[in-house]
């Protein structure tokens, strides 16, 4: 398969791109950014082709692209992308509003491509253990749900709301509450969040706390702070506490590490050494679209989670709980 990248403006652009590198049976035929000296330096480090405009890459013979813009472009770039007949695995969130988001997924029902949201922390092995673990009955029925997705802060466009959709809150919902609705098969039917500037110098949130209401009369807390100061020895993380009548499973997505000590970074740091859960995510996008397969992490999973986060910004703001289903 040949395959485009649209914008390297996140993060994770560069271990998509990676992935991409390491896959025999993948083309990786070139990158188009609007910042043409960003494009410039990612295409001169993977020896790929820069494109100059949006519609040069969608007019080539690729079959997909990899959108990693800022979340505010997701929608215009994964529109134009599907109007030109082209599978879309796309940054999350999946939108800044839910009409973007039903306009993605839309777009592409009516242009018969796969659209998948990049929720990447499903492939991990630990994730996939605890959801085997789960589904085997061992907890029992499950009661309640305490879970983390503390980071670092990122700085740059994602604290800016009108490119972001938010700070903290938008960046680290959607994962947890991802894996909520995949593992355990629950949904959030009402969030109360509470959310504040409280450790940087940055116009929006840096840290949030939600607790929420589940179907089955589960109920569930999430912290998603960028709470990490630089000195961190890694990133952040990925923590789930299950608590079922039977039993409490303990997940921490990336446990598995190794310290580093550097003379030249003078820190700490935690080097993954675990399964490389942004090639199992791309690599597995790319199966789909190659046997005509459904997606495992759809547009309508993104819009999901996308309802928590902008539920938890309204109950936030206005102090009091707030039903997903109002969210519109």
């Not at 939600?210 to 952040?236: C, H, I, K, Q």
Request: proline share 3%; with cysteine; aromatic share 8%.
């Amino acid at each position: 398969m040949k395959v485009g990248m649209i914008s390297f403006a996140h993060l994770h652009a560069e271990s998509y791109a990676s992935a991409l590198m390491q896959m025999p049976e993948v083309e990786f035929s070139g990158i188009y950014d609007e910042d043409q000296s960003r494009a410039r330096k990612w295409a001169e480090r993977f020896g790929v082709k820069q494109f100059a405009t949006l519609k040069d890459l969608l007019d080539s013979d690729i079959e997909a692209v990899i959108i990693c813009s800022t979340n505010a472009d997701h929608c215009r770039y994964t529109v134009a992308a599907a109007e030109a007949k082209k599978h879309v695995l796309v940054e999350k969130p999946i939108a800044t509003t839910i009409q973007d988001a039903n306009k993605m997924i839309e777009t592409c029902k009516n242009n018969g491509v796969k659209l998948q949201i990049a929720f990447p922390v499903r492939y991990l092995p630990s994730v996939l253990e605890a959801k085997r673990i789960v589904d085997s009955g061992q907890l029992g029925r499950i009661l309640a749900i305490k879970a983390t997705n503390h980071g670092s802060m990122p700085g740059g466009w994602f604290v800016e709301k009108e490119l972001a959709g938010g700070g903290a809150v938008i960046d680290h919902t959607v994962h947890v509450i991802d894996l909520i609705r995949w593992m355990l098969e629950l949904e959030v039917k009402e969030v109360y969040a509470e959310y504040d500037r409280l450790i940087h110098d940055i116009p929006t949130e840096d840290c949030g706390l939600l607790t929420m209401e589940l179907t089955n009369n589960v109920f569930a807390t999430l912290d998603t702070s960028w709470n990490r100061p630089s000195a961190y020895p890694t990133w952040g993380d990925v923590t789930m506490t299950i608590i079922g009548t039977t039993g409490v499973l303990e997940l921490d997505g990336f446990a598995q590490k190794y310290d580093l000590y550097n003379n030249e970074i003078k820190k700490a740091q935690w080097e993954y050494w675990g399964g490389d859960m942004d090639y199992f995510l791309v690599r597995d996008f790319l199966l789909a679209c190659k046997n005509n397969l459904p997606v495992k992490v759809s547009g309508e999973d993104g819009l999901k989670t996308l309802e928590v986060a902008l539920a938890a910004y309204k109950a936030g703001k206005d102090h009091q709980p707030v039903k997903t289903e109002d969210i519109k």
